[in-house]
């Protein structure tokens, strides 16, 4: 009897938990102008939702569109022996693509902070939309593919922490952050219920008060929390508590919607160790230093954002310290870099188009026309001199590979049928 009871109450919890994860179907809102897929392992984004059901009005009171509070893409190898977790910094000047807001109506390409993407698409609630809008820009500006996601919101991050009893901080300073609604006293202690999401969303009163210093806070809860995880999940009721609350506020794609799939997802990273579990941030740097105007965003240090997308892609491992000594290097400054922008397509205003969008990031441009000849593809010459400022501009033109020339004086870009449909 107690073996028949057993079973029956695992497969009531089994229902339970199956049946909390809601699917969200985005294919059709990707498209087919997709990046290819990876050579190895697989990409999952993770999306942190600011929604606030559930939570009365201490956080975000007025909030009338859906918000991307987090945004991370996690690789996991092939190989199984290691992974890598890249955040976003949502003040990212970035494309954000062509989107369908869900009223049937599509928003216009244009540069915005990175995490607009996810509230024009789900302008009108529509979740599926918000995340297909997401995947879209993060893939056209890494090229890297998204094989799936997962939107958590507030109400799962709490639950977890609280099934396992809380998480450990350890503040070097006290924290007072009305707009995360916290007060905490300096040094070591245990956070859960809001002071754990206060402590992760706390940015205006911590350190410099970027969004830089932020992200770097949730890695170590988010390393604090895993490791805690390892000690307490071996208790079935810590371990159905947690389970709960984090499908209870979890949406993935279709493939991903049951605890199987998810299982099998844990499966793959749980025998990793933490030493190959790199928690990494895009390169980046003040976008006021290409654009003296904008005091409030950052620019990715490209070249090195590049590097780290090209490797994921390609299943190879990312550490820190690599990462690090690649964006120590800054491409030159893009206000002292001038290009000349053809048009080689033969459909009038797509050079002007190019030199607005590079003209928006900061570099000069000196003359646009229409090239001599049609072009095949857009092609980007240099003079030796200029190889540097070559390679970055060309890393504002995803797949673009500038070519040397001895004849040539100065950048030219010339565009071609490729480059049509930016």
């Not at 999940?233 to 159905?240: I, R, S």
């Not at 490209?302 to 990462?323: G, I, N, S, V």
Request: charged content about 20%; some cysteine.
């Amino acid at each position: 009897m107690l073996i028949l009871g057993t079973a029956a109450a695992g497969g009531w919890f089994y229902s339970r938990l199956n049946g909390n994860i809601h699917g969200a179907d985005v294919k059709k809102d990707l498209g087919d102008n997709r990046p290819p897929a990876a050579k190895g392992g697989q990409n999952i984004l993770v999306i942190g939702s600011d929604s606030r059901e559930g939570l009365g009005d201490a956080y975000g009171k007025g909030l009338t569109t859906m918000q991307s509070d987090t945004l991370m893409l996690v690789h996991t190898s092939k190989s199984g022996k290691w992974a890598t977790a890249v955040s976003f910094p949502r003040d990212s000047w970035v494309q954000i693509p062509a989107c369908d807001r869900g009223d049937g109506t599509l928003s216009t390409p244009h540069y915005f902070k990175m995490n607009e993407a996810f509230a024009i698409g789900g302008s009108t609630g529509n979740t599926a939309k918000a995340a297909a809008c997401a995947i879209k820009t993060v893939e056209a500006n890494t090229r890297v593919r998204i094989d799936h996601f997962m939107i958590v919101d507030f109400r799962g991050f709490t639950g977890m922490v609280n099934a396992l009893g809380g998480v450990e901080v350890c503040p070097k300073e006290p924290i007072h952050d009305k707009k995360a609604n916290l007060d905490l006293p300096a040094g070591c202690q245990t956070v859960k219920n809001k002071q754990a999401l206060g402590y992760v969303r706390a940015r205006y009163s911590i350190g410099d008060g970027s969004d830089i210093g932020r992200i770097g806070r949730q890695q170590e809860f988010m390393e604090a929390l895993a490791e805690k995880a390892k000690t307490k999940l071996y208790n079935p009721k810590a371990l159905y508590s947690f389970l709960n609350s984090a499908t209870r506020s979890l949406t993935t794609d279709p493939d991903m919607a049951g605890l199987t799939p998810l299982y099998s997802l844990a499966s793959g990273v749980k025998d990793i160790p933490t030493d190959r579990i790199s928690f990494l941030t895009v390169p980046n740097y003040p976008r006021g230093r290409d654009v003296p105007t904008d005091e409030a965003n950052v620019a990715w240090n490209l070249p090195a954002a590049q590097q780290l997308f090209t490797d994921l892609t390609h299943d190879r491992e990312m550490t820190k310290a690599r990462l690090k000594k690649l964006a120590d290097q800054l491409p030159p400054l893009a206000g002292t870099i001038q290009v000349t922008v053809l048009n080689g397509t033969g459909t009038p205003g797509k050079a002007r188009e190019t030199a607005d969008r590079l003209r928006a990031a900061g570099f000069q441009i000196t003359a646009t026309g229409n090239a001599p000849s049609s072009a095949d593809k857009t092609t980007l010459t240099y003079p030796p001199r200029l190889k540097p400022q070559a390679q970055a501009l060309a890393a504002h033109l995803p797949g673009l590979k500038p070519t040397e020339s001895s004849t040539a004086t100065a950048l030219t870009l010339t565009i071609g049928p490729d480059e049509e449909s930016t």
